[in-house]
């Protein structure tokens, strides 16, 4: 075969994953729009009381740091986190500046500039799924989030990060999207396993583990959009990041 035709199919090939890729996405997006979904507000503060010591937890991220698929905010994944911290006695005021959509360049230019006025003792990430489904190159992705992670360390904050979801898991997608969109999220998880390895100031928490242990389409941890955590999913989540802020509270900084 001519070199010429093998770089007309080779463009061809690409032009229409291209085109999958893209009414793929649109699909996705009109089905998540067309849920019985309720969208949460931004830029929410809640007081979480307790008897002992003043804690100020910040939450940085896409809609899964805002909260998508919980009924409220306060069922957010970091407020099931600030609610289990004030059981321990601590009283927590709860920043989210979470907002659907963002990619980690976004949540780095927007959210994170305004994380050391807030004074955080404990600064919660969840961003990464859009990068995978908007297919912003990894290695990108991966200077981003080294970014993030500096700058949030410099407040003095315990930091935790939480992987990239289990897109594998999501009802959502069709199986083969499922299939491509997994391997660029396995990936990207390999690469923050690599940031945080060494550090004592940040925790990674394995979200990727507990969905692929416990979401499945019946286990009504998916919310009605088959994409975002119901409220139960969302208490999973949480209680990994509490493990892994134990962790983190134990060791020396």
Same mark, same amino acid.
């Given at each position: 075969m001519r070199p010429e035709r093998v770089a007309r199919l080779a463009l061809a090939v690409l032009a229409s994953c291209?085109?999958? /890729?893209? /009414? &793929? !996405?649109?699909?996705?997006?009109?089905?998540?729009? &067309?849920?019985?979904?309720?969208?949460?507000?931004?830029?929410?503060?809640?007081?979480f009381p307790g008897s002992g010591k003043p804690l100020t937890?910040?939450?940085?991220?896409?809609?899964?740091?805002?909260?998508?698929?919980?009924?409220?905010p306060d069922? &957010?994944?970091?407020?099931?986190?600030?609610?289990?911290?004030?059981?321990?006695?601590?009283?927590?005021?709860?920043?989210?500046?979470?907002?659907?959509?963002? /990619?980690? &360049?976004?949540?780095l230019e927007s959210q994170v500039p305004r994380v050391p006025a807030l004074e955080p003792d404990v600064v919660l990430v969840s961003v990464g799924g859009n990068d995978v489904i908007r297919w912003t190159p990894v290695r990108r992705y991966v200077r981003r989030m080294s970014?993030?992670?500096?700058? /949030?360390?410099? %407040?003095?904050? *315990? =930091?935790? =990060?939480?992987?990239?979801?289990?897109?594998? %898991? #999501?009802?959502?997608?069709?199986?083969?999207l499922r299939v491509v969109f997994d391997r660029r999220a396995r990936r990207m998880n390999r690469e923050l396993r690599g940031?945080?390895?060494?550090?004592?100031?940040?925790?990674?928490?394995?979200?990727?583990?507990? #969905? *692929?242990?416990? !979401?499945?389409?019946?286990?009504?941890? !998916?919310?009605?959009?088959?994409?975002h955590p119901s409220p139960s999913g969302y208490t999973l989540w949480a209680e990994e990041v509490g493990r892994e802020l134990a962790r983190l509270e134990a060791s020396p900084r």
């Amino acid at each position: 075969m001519r070199p010429e035709r093998v770089a007309r199919l080779a463009l061809a090939v690409l032009a229409s994953c291209a085109a999958y /890729l893209g /009414l &793929s !996405f649109a699909l996705i997006r009109r089905r998540i729009a &067309s849920a019985a979904v309720p969208i949460l507000p931004f830029d929410v503060e809640l007081r979480f009381p307790g008897s002992g010591k003043p804690l100020t937890l910040v939450v940085v991220g896409d809609s899964t740091a805002q909260g998508i698929g919980a009924r409220d905010p306060d069922a &957010s994944f970091g407020a099931c986190v600030a609610r289990a911290l004030a059981e321990e006695g601590r009283d927590v005021r709860l920043v989210n500046l979470g907002v659907e959509g963002a /990619l980690a &360049s976004e949540v780095l230019e927007s959210q994170v500039p305004r994380v050391p006025a807030l004074e955080p003792d404990v600064v919660l990430v969840s961003v990464g799924g859009n990068d995978v489904i908007r297919w912003t190159p990894v290695r990108r992705y991966v200077r981003r989030m080294s970014e993030m992670l500096d700058a /949030l360390v410099t %407040t003095g904050a *315990r =930091v935790a =990060v939480l992987d990239v979801p289990a897109i594998i %898991t #999501m009802p959502i997608l069709p199986l083969p999207l499922r299939v491509v969109f997994d391997r660029r999220a396995r990936r990207m998880n390999r690469e923050l396993r690599g940031l945080v390895e060494g550090r004592r100031d940040v925790a990674l928490v394995g979200i990727y583990e507990v #969905m *692929r242990r416990a !979401f499945t389409r019946a286990s009504g941890h !998916f919310c009605a959009d088959g994409h975002h955590p119901s409220p139960s999913g969302y208490t999973l989540w949480a209680e990994e990041v509490g493990r892994e802020l134990a962790r983190l509270e134990a060791s020396p900084r």
